[in-house]
């Protein structure tokens, strides 16, 4: 690259006359080209079309020597090496933004097909084009109320990290089918609002419109050694007390009670039913 003001308001150039200048032209854009200039004599020669010693000289020691500096045997311009950098930073960010459009496409174009798997280049990111594709084609697509697509698009892009496809999917589906069945677009939630809610767990099937929330019922239990209670057990659960092991090993034959806890469990046990421990 050339960059004319640069190269005039350049303190090395104001004290060049014209023949020097038309000399560090010439190994401008030699280096550019050729990714700097040969630290030969010869060549350097052939390269200036000088073949006067003391001309040769003198274009070394106020060109060369002055504006180019010697890195593993070839000369470099430093300001044309930090462009040369910039331009292949930009070319490879141009390159990659094709390869993921290019992949993009080809995904979008399998999920409409056959729905064959992603085929993605080896450095682009698979999952997120998935979920981009899955995302346009599957919720967007299907979600009745199209508002705020592209926040939406990245909040989905976040659940979807933590949460399965089929789960999310299967639930807008359920509403579709179910709750919304007959709704006016503005009585349905904006698609942003049944994301944050993490509505795909909710119990759509109720045709009236009313949304339930699955309720997973549990339980009180009770320790039939020491009597301690525990909330939100599971129907089988036996392990109510930190202390004592679970009831099926309460009945162990070998195991001493003194005579004031036995009576304090028989009346739990009494209570509860149960057959009474410490008796034959």
């Known amino acids: ?45 052939v390269i200036l079309q000088c073949s006067d010693e003391d001309t040769y000289s003198r274009y070394k020691s106020e060109v060369i020597d002055a504006c180019f500096k010697l890195e593993k045997n070839t000369w470099r311009q430093p300001r044309q090496e930090r462009e040369r950098a910039k331009q292949q930073e930009r070319k490879d960010a141009h390159i990659k933004a094709g390869k993921m459009s290019q992949d993009l496409r080809r995904a979008r174009e399998n999920k409409r097909g056959k729905g064959a798997l992603l085929r993605v280049s080896k ?14 084609t599957e919720f967007w ?13 990245a909040l989905y892009n976040k659940i979807r990290k933590s949460t399965s496809k089929e789960d999310v999917i299967n639930g807008l589906k359920n509403h579709i089918k179910g709750c919304w069945s007959g709704k006016e677009i503005e009585f349905i939630p904006y698609p942003m ?49 930190r202390r004592h092991k ?35």
């Open 246 to 280: 679970p009831s099926f090993d309460m009945f162990s034959e070998n195991k001493v009670l003194m005579d004031d806890d036995l009576l304090m469990i028989n009346g739990i046990r009494l209570d509860l039913g149960l057959e009474l421990v410490g008796e034959k």
């Open 1 to 45: 690259m050339f960059y004319a003001g640069d190269f005039l308001s350049s303190i090395d150039v104001a004290f060049m006359d014209m023949e020097l200048r038309g000399v560090y032209i010439t190994l401008l854009a030699y280096s550019w080209l050729e990714n700097g200039i040969p630290n030969e004599d010869r060549k350097l020669k």
């Open 123 to 136: 450095g682009s990111n698979a999952l997120e084009l998935e979920r981009e594709v899955e995302f346009e």
């Open 193 to 241: 609002t049944w994301l944050n809610g993490e509505c795909w767990n909710d119990d759509a099937s109720n045709i009236s419109g009313e949304v339930t929330k699955v309720i997973k019922r549990t339980f009180v239990k009770v320790c039939p050694v020491c009597g301690a209670t525990k909330d939100g057990c599971d129907k089988n659960s036996v392990d109510v007390c």
């Open 141 to 153: 697509k299907a979600y009745p109320r199209k508002t705020g697509k592209k926040k939406t698009k």
